[in-house]
C-alpha cells in the first residue's frame, strides 16, 4: 500500500505533471489595420501569410469576431477593459502634446493588471496608445511589467521613429533623424519580443505584442519579404511627406510600389507570429500556451494602401473608421493544443471586450471590475452552454459621430450623431453581410426598438462626449 502511495506521489510530481497543471502562458498578438481578408485563412490569394494560417488549422477560427471599434486608441481601449466603447474610458483618438494620447484614468483596471493579480508576469511589445510615461495610463502603472516599443500611436506612422520607449526610459535610434533611415522599428521590437519569452520561460507570463505592422506608412527594409512581390504587381507611385528636412512625425512617406510593399507588411508580420510560435516550441511552452491572434479594426486606405486590390475586407463594406462590417469585423484566431480542437470554425458572435472576461477566467481569478463582456471559453473548448450577447456596441467620435447595435441578425447605424439631423441605416447581416440593402423604411418598429437601445446601452463620457450639448 505504501509503495501504491509512492508511485502515485512520484507520478503528481513529474516535470510533467507539473506543466499540465500549471496556469497556460498567454499570447495575445494584435495587427494594426489589418483587414479580415488579408490573411489566407479568411480567403487572402494574393499574400503569403503561412504561419498564420498554420495556426488557424491548428486551432480556432472565429468568422462574426468584431474589434472594439473601427480606430486606434478606443478599440485598444475596449480590449484592455473589457467594455464597449459606450463605457470604455477612452473613446476616440485624442492627440496630446508633445508626445502620446489621452491617458486611461487611474480608477481604469486592465486585463494585464486582471492576470498580474493571478500571479503572471505581464508584457506588452509594440503600440500603445493609452497613455504617456509618467501619466495615469503609462503602461506600467496599467499592469505591464515591461513595455517596449511606441508609447504615442502618432509616432508610429514612421517606421524609422527617432526613438522608442522601454518602460520609462527614451531609447534613441541613432541615425533615424526623419532624415536617414537605418532601424526598422518592427525589427527592433520583435527582438524585444522573443527575449521576454526567454527570460519568462519558467513561470506564466502574459504577452502582449500589439505590433504597428501593416499600419500606414507603407515602409521597410528591401529584403526578402519585398523581394517576394516586387515584380508581382501593377503599381503606381503614392506622393507623401518623404523623410527629410521637411518631414513630419505624422506624415507617411512616398511609396514607388504600394501594392508590393503592404503586401511584405503583412507577409512580415506573419514571419513574426512564426518566430514567437517557434520560440514557444523551442522552450517547450508551446502546448501550454494560449496564442491569440486578432486586429484592431478594419483595413485602412492610408499611405497608398489598396485594400480593394486585396480584397482585404473580404468584400465586406466598409474600410477602418466606418461602423460597417469591413471596418469593425475582424480575424480572431486561438491556438491552445491541450483545448482547442484542430481545424474549429467558431460563429459564436464575440468582440473585443470578451477577451478579458475570458482570460481572467482561465488564468482561474473573478473579474472584479464592470464588463460588458462574456467569456467565450465555452466556445473553445467545444463544451458547455456558451452564453450569448444580448446586442453588441460600437462608437465613433470623429466625422460627426456614428453609432452601431447588433441585435440577433438586426444592424442599426447611426450617421451624423453630433448633427440635428443624424442619418439611420439598418441590415440583416445574416442575409445581407456586405450591407447593401438599407430596410430603415421597411421595417420601423425594428428600427425604433433598436434606436431606443442604441441610446440606453451607453454613458456619456466628459472627456469624449458624443452627444452635443443641449
Known amino acids: 500500500m505504501i509503495t501504491k502511495w509512492l508511485l502515485l506521489i512520484a507520478v503528481l510530481f513529474t516535470p510533467f505533471a507539473y506543466a499540465q497543471q500549471k496556469q497556460p502562458n498567454i499570447v495575445l498578438i494584435m495587427a494594426d489595420d489589418l483587414g479580415i481578408g488579408d490573411l489566407g485563412s479568411y480567403g487572402q490569394t494574393k499574400i503569403k501569410t503561412p504561419r498564420i494560417d ?25 480590449l484592455m477593459t473589457g467594455q464597449h466603447t459606450g463605457h470604455t474610458f477612452i473613446r476616440g483618438n485624442k492627440e496630446l502634446e508633445p508626445e502620446g494620447q489621452q491617458p486611461l484614468a487611474d480608477s481604469v483596471n486592465t486585463m494585464a493588471m486582471a492576470l ?30 515591461e513595455f517596449y516599443g511606441y508609447n504615442c500611436q502618432r509616432q508610429s506612422h514612421r517606421y524609422y521613429p527617432t526613438h522608442l520607449w522601454h518602460n520609462n526610459l527614451r531609447i534613441e535610434l541613432k541615425g533615424n533623424n526623419l532624415v536617414e533611415k537605418v532601424h526598422y522599428a518592427p525589427e527592433l521590437i520583435q527582438t524585444e519580443t522573443l527575449v521576454f519569452i526567454e527570460h519568462n520561460k519558467d513561470k506564466p507570463f502574459f504577452l502582449f ?49 504600394p501594392r508590393a510593399t503592404y503586401a511584405a507588411m503583412v507577409s512580415r508580420m506573419d514571419h513574426y507570429v512564426g518566430q514567437i510560435i517557434d520560440k514557444l516550441k523551442d522552450l517547450g511552452l508551446l502546448e501550454n500556451t494560449i496564442i491569440m491572434f486578432t486586429s484592431d479594426n478594419g483595413a485602412h486606405r492610408e499611405g497608398g494602401a489598396d485594400p480593394d486590390f486585396f480584397n482585404s475586407t473580404a468584400g465586406l463594406r466598409g474600410y477602418k473608421r466606418d461602423l460597417y462590417e469591413g471596418g469593425i469585423r475582424t480575424p480572431f484566431i486561438v491556438s491552445w493544443p491541450t483545448v482547442v480542437k484542430s481545424n474549429t470554425t467558431v460563429d459564436h458572435k464575440a468582440a473585443f471586450w470578451d477577451i478579458m472576461p475570458t482570460l481572467v477566467e482561465i488564468s482561474g481569478q473573478q473579474m472584479e471590475s464592470y464588463t460588458d463582456g462574456i467569456s467565450f471559453l465555452p466556445s473553445l473548448k467545444g463544451s458547455g452552454k456558451q452564453k450569448k450577447h444580448e446586442y453588441l456596441y460600437w462608437e465613433f467620435h470623429e466625422d460627426g459621430g456614428r453609432q452601431a447595435i447588433l441585435v440577433d441578425n438586426w444592424k442599426l447605424i447611426k450617421l451624423k450623431v453630433k448633427s440635428a439631423q443624424p442619418i439611420f441605416e439598418l441590415y440583416d447581416i445574416h442575409k445581407d453581410p456586405q450591407e447593401q440593402r438599407n430596410l430603415i423604411v421597411q421595417y420601423p418598429k425594428v428600427a425604433t426598438k433598436l434606436t431606443k437601445k442604441l441610446e440606453s446601452v451607453r454613458t456619456e463620457n466628459p472627456v469624449f462626449p458624443l452627444y452635443p450639448e443641449k
Not at 523623410?243 to 512617406?253: F, L, V
Open 116 to 145: 498580474q493579480k493571478a500571479g503572471y508576469t505581464t508584457g506588452a511589445f509594440g503600440k500603445w496608445g493609452l497613455g504617456m510615461v509618467g501619466t495615469s495610463g503609462d503602461p506600467n502603472r496599467k499592469g505591464f511589467d
Open 54 to 78: 498554420e495556426l488557424a488549422k491548428k486551432g480556432a477560427k472565429f468568422t462574426n469576431f468584431y474589434s472594439g471599434t473601427s480606430v486606434c486608441a478606443p478599440s485598444r481601449s475596449a
Open 209 to 257: 505584442v500589439p505590433t504597428v505592422l501593416p499600419h500606414a506608412e507603407l515602409a521597410g527594409p528591401e529584403d526578402l519579404f519585398f523581394n517576394n512581390y516586387k515584380d508581382v504587381f501593377s503599381e503606381t507611385l503614392h506622393k507623401g511627406n518623404d523623410y527629410g528636412p521637411k518631414a513630419t512625425i505624422a506624415g507617411y512617406a512616398s511609396v514607388e510600389k
